[in-house]
C-alpha cells in the first residue's frame, strides 16, 4: 500500500473515532461543579445595567452530561442570564460533553423602590440534571438615587440640563444638595446662574460616562466635606475593578461668579480632568476672574488628562493631594492668581506613557476660532509655599510666556524636580531641587509611590523644609495630624513610627 493511501487511511480512522458519539450518562450521581457557589455584584444604582459576571459550569465526569433545565427562581427576574452564547430562554437540554465545561453570563438591572439605603437582591440560579437540582446563589446591592439626565442638545455644547428642571428637592438661590441618597449624573448637570449650590458632608455624587458638573457664570458652587465624611466625585461604575481607573467622566468646570467656588474635604477621583476653572468666554470676552476656587483638604486623583487646569481664573489651594494624570497635575494658563500652601503634587503614572510635566504655567492659552487657533495672554502670578512637585519624570516643570503678558513664579521652602535653570533666588526660596535617593529607599521623597502612598518616607528630601510662618494656619495636615515648629513640605506631616 503506497504512503498516500495509508495516510488517507489513517485519516479516515481517526476521522471516525472524532465522529462517535458520546455517551450521555444518565447516573444520578453525576453532579455539576461551578467555578464559585455565589455570584455578587458590587452596589448597582437602580435603572442602571451591571457589569457581567461570568459563572464557569464544569462537567467532571468521563461521559457526557445533559442539563435538563436552567432556570432563575423568579419569572420577572431582575438578574439575566446567557448560557454558553444563548440568550432567550428557556434554557432546556444542555449537553457538556466529558471533562469540559460552559460559561453563562450574569447581569442585572435593579428596580428602584423607596429604600434610601443600600439594599439586597437574593436569587438562586437552579440547574436539573439526571434529577439532581443544583443550586447558586446571585446577590446583588441596589441603590437607589436622585437621577439628572440630559434634556438640551445644543451644538457646540455637551448634552446637560439645569439644576432649576428638576423637583428632587426645593431649588432656590442658595440651595442644599441632599445627602439621603447618591445622585447620579447623565450629560452635564448645571448650576443656573445666580444659583448657590451647597453640597454637604457625606454626599455621593457619581458622574455618567462623559458627564459633568458646570458652575455656570454668575452661579456658585461650595463642597463642604468634614473629615470623616467627605464629598466624593467619582464614576458610576462601583465595582472594585473600578477603584482607579481614569476616564470614568468628563469634568467639574467652574466659571467666574459673585463668590469663590470651595471644595473643603473632597475626593475627586477617576475623571478626564478633576477641575477646570475658567472665565466664560464663550460670548466672546477673555477677563480674569474675579473670583477664585478654593481647595482645602482635598484629594484629586488618577484623572485621564489634568488633575486642575485654571485658564483666567485664580486657585487658592491648601493642604491638598493631587496626584496621577497622565499629562498635567497642575496647569495654570492665561491670566491668574495662584497660591499654594502645604500642597503635595506628585505624578507617578503608570498605565502608559506620560510625556508632560506634572506643573504647566503659561501665562497664555489658544481657543478655536474658526479654523484657527487665538491666543489669549494675561498677567499670571504663582506662589508655593511649602509644597512638593515631584514625579517619576526627569522634568517636572514646564514654563512658558507670551510678550503679552507677565509671569512671575515663586517656590518657597518646596521640594521640586526640574531641569530649569533656578539660580534665581527669588524664585526658588530655600527649596530642595532633585534631591538624590537615599540608598535603602525607593524614593526620595514619598513613602511608596507607585501604590499611591504619598505619606514622607523616614529619610524624605521634605522633612523640615517648610517654613513656619508659610504654614501660617494650617497646623493639621490632610490626614489630621499635628505639624510641628519645623513643618513638612507637602501635604502630609511625617511622624516617625
Known amino acids: ?195 448657590t449650590l451647597n453640597i454637604t458632608p457625606g454626599t455621593q455624587v457619581h458622574l455618567f460616562q462623559s458627564a459633568g458638573l458646570w458652575a455656570y457664570r454668575g452661579s456658585t458652587l461650595r463642597v463642604q466635606g468634614t473629615p470623616g465624611e467627605e464629598v466624593v466625585f467619582q464614576g458610576t461604575r462601583l465595582e472594585t475593578f473600578y477603584d482607579d481607573i481614569p476616564g470614568q467622566w468628563d469634568r467639574i468646570l467652574v466659571n467666574d461668579g459673585p463668590q469663590n467656588h470651595i471644595f473643603s474635604n473632597v475626593i475627586i477621583k477617576n475623571g478626564t480632568i478633576g477641575i477646570q476653572a475658567e472665565d466664560f468666554y464663550l460670548d ?30 485664580n486657585i487658592l489651594c491648601d493642604n491638598t493631594l493631587i496626584y496621577n494624570s497622565k499629562s498635567n497635575m497642575v496647569a495654570l494658563q492665561g491670566a491668574g492668581f495662584h497660591r499654594f500652601r502645604q500642597t503635595t503634587m506628585a505624578n507617578y503614572w503608570n498605565l502608559d506613557r506620560r510625556g508632560d510635566e506634572l506643573l504647566l504655567m503659561t501665562n497664555y492659552f489658544n481657543i ?31 514654563v512658558d510666556s507670551s510678550d503679552l503678558g507677565s509671569i512671575y513664579w515663586r517656590f518657597d521652602h518646596c521640594v521640586i524636580k526640574t531641569e530649569l ?35 514622607l518616607n523616614d529619610s524624605s528630601a521634605a522633612i523640615d523644609v517648610g517654613s513656619l510662618i508659610l504654614m501660617d494656619t494650617l497646623t493639621v495636615d490632610l490626614k489630621g495630624d499635628t505639624r510641628d515648629n519645623n513643618p513638612d513640605a507637602g501635604a502630609y506631616e511625617y511622624l516617625p513610627e
Not at 56 to 83: G, K, P, T
Not at 173 to 193: A, M, N, Q, R
Not at 383 to 391: H, K, L, P, S
Not at 425 to 432: I, S
Open 1 to 195: 500500500m503506497s504512503f498516500k493511501a495509508l495516510l488517507l487511511l489513517l485519516l479516515a480512522f481517526v476521522f471516525l473515532a472524532n465522529c462517535k458519539k458520546e455517551v450521555i450518562t444518565t447516573d444520578p450521581s453525576a453532579q455539576l461543579e461551578f467555578s464559585s457557589d455565589s455570584i455578587t455584584f458590587d452596589t448597582v444604582f437602580t435603572t442602571l445595567g451591571s457589569t457581567t459576571q461570568i459563572l464557569r459550569v464544569y462537567n467532571r465526569n468521563e461521559n457526557a452530561i445533559r442539563i435538563s433545565e436552567i432556570w432563575l427562581d423568579n419569572s420577572d427576574s431582575q438578574f439575566r442570564i446567557n448560557v454558553d452564547g444563548i440568550a432567550e430562554g428557556p434554557f432546556k437540554d444542555i449537553e457538556i460533553l466529558g471533562n469540559d465545561s460552559i460559561f453563562i453570563f450574569i447581569e442585572v438591572t435593579v428596580d428602584p423602590n423607596d429604600e434610601n439605603s443600600p439594599f439586597v437582591l437574593l436569587e438562586n440560579l437552579n440547574f436539573l440534571t439526571n434529577g439532581n437540582e443544583q443550586e447558586v446563589v446571585l446577590e446583588a446591592w441596589g441603590q437607589n438615587a436622585y437621577y439628572y439626565r440630559p434634556n438640551i442638545y445644543q451644538s457646540g455644547l455637551p448634552p446637560l440640563s439645569f439644576l432649576s428642571d428638576y423637583d428632587y428637592y426645593p431649588v432656590s438661590s442658595v440651595t442644599d444638595l441632599p445627602s439621603d441618597k447618591p445622585h447620579v449624573i447623565f450629560g452635564y448637570l448645571v448650576i443656573d446662574s445666580a444659583i
Open 284 to 313: 466672546g470676552g477673555f477677563e480674569q476672574a474675579p473670583n477664585a476656587v478654593y481647595l482645602y483638604n482635598t484629594i484629586i486623583q488618577n484623572n485621564q488628562s489634568v488633575g486642575i487646569l485654571s485658564r483666567n481664573h
Open 368 to 398: 478655536p476660532a474658526g479654523d484657527e487657533l487665538q491666543q489669549v495672554s494675561g498677567n499670571l502670578d504663582i506662589n508655593f509655599d511649602n509644597c512638593i512637585a515631584y514625579g517619576n519624570l526627569e522634568e517636572e516643570i514646564f
Open 421 to 455: 535653570d533656578v539660580s534665581n533666588a527669588d524664585r526658588y526660596r530655600m527649596t530642595a531641587v532633585n534631591p538624590e535617593r537615599p540608598l535603602g529607599v525607593s524614593d526620595a521623597v514619598f513613602a511608596d509611590p507607585f501604590n499611591e502612598d504619598f505619606l
